[in-house]
């Protein structure tokens, strides 16, 4: 048995899917139920996935799918208990598939480790800038990377691993303290951690004190 808000939320995760093949956004859904924040819509999604009523898909989006209706197909709304019935299944266009959203975290600059930088944001992205992965995106500050055409407020779009080649643009955690954005290199025993801009000098460190947190996997940038 859903709760009234649950029902109500797969009702209109379900109609705008069959209107445009997209879920709604995280922010539709707040209005929609009249909600005060966003962590709502968070606890009732989370309800309906424990429940098998929708799923969340990958790096799709907008990403959730309905997977079937409630047993009791109608529920009471909480304003003046009126029965509502759970629409019947139509065919509807798959998921657009053309943007994803990622999260988005802060501003990556010195003496922020990324986990301070977490947030519940997201940014659409064109899903061509994207290979399979898990991905997140990075606020740019300063002019360390202008040379490779990373600007000062431009979105670094993220692939999470822990591992990267030599000559990759990574974001490096330094002694659990600074988050960088920069070219890594290994010699001599050392982590070489490169800036694009010849006013910088590169930051060698032992091995140890370094954590490859995601590599480079596309950039965006705004103009105003």
């Keep these: 048995m859903l709760t009234a808000k649950q029902h109500e939320l797969l009702l209109f995760i379900q109609r705008k899917l069959e209107e445009t093949g997209i879920s709604p956004s995280f922010e539709e859904m707040k209005e929609a139920l009249d909600l005060k924040s966003k962590s709502g819509v968070h606890r009732l999604i989370s309800a309906?996935?424990?429940?098998?009523?929708?799923?969340?898909?990958?790096?799709?989006?907008?990403?959730l799918e309905v997977l079937r209706q409630p047993e009791n197909v109608t529920a009471k709304k909480p304003a003046n208990d009126t029965v509502v019935p759970f629409a019947p299944p139509r065919a509807r266009p798959e998921p657009a598939n053309d943007v994803v959203e990622i999260p988005l975290h802060g501003r990556i600059a010195a003496g922020v480790p990324i986990e301070a930088l977490e947030s519940d944001r997201t940014l659409p992205v064109p899903a061509a800038l994207l290979g399979p992965g898990d991905h997140y995106a990075l606020e740019v500050s300063g002019d360390s990377m202008v040379e490779a055409g990373i600007l000062d407020g431009d979105y670094a779009l993220v692939k999470r691993t822990d591992t990267a080649r030599d000559g990759e643009i990574v974001v490096a955690l330094v002694r659990d303290e600074e988050a960088t954005?920069?070219?890594?290199?290994?010699?001599?025993g050392m982590v070489r951690l490169d800036p694009a801009n010849a006013q910088y000098d590169p930051q060698i460190?032992?091995?140890?004190?370094?954590?490859?947190?995601?590599k480079l996997a596309g950039l965006?940038?705004?103009y105003h």
Excluded: M, S
């Design 220 to 222: 965006l940038r705004r």
């Design 48 to 63: 309906l996935e424990e429940r098998g009523f929708i799923r969340r898909l990958p790096n799709r989006a907008r990403a």
């Design 181 to 188: 954005l920069k070219y890594l290199r290994r010699e001599n």
């Design 205 to 214: 460190y032992p091995p140890e004190d370094v954590r490859v947190q995601g």
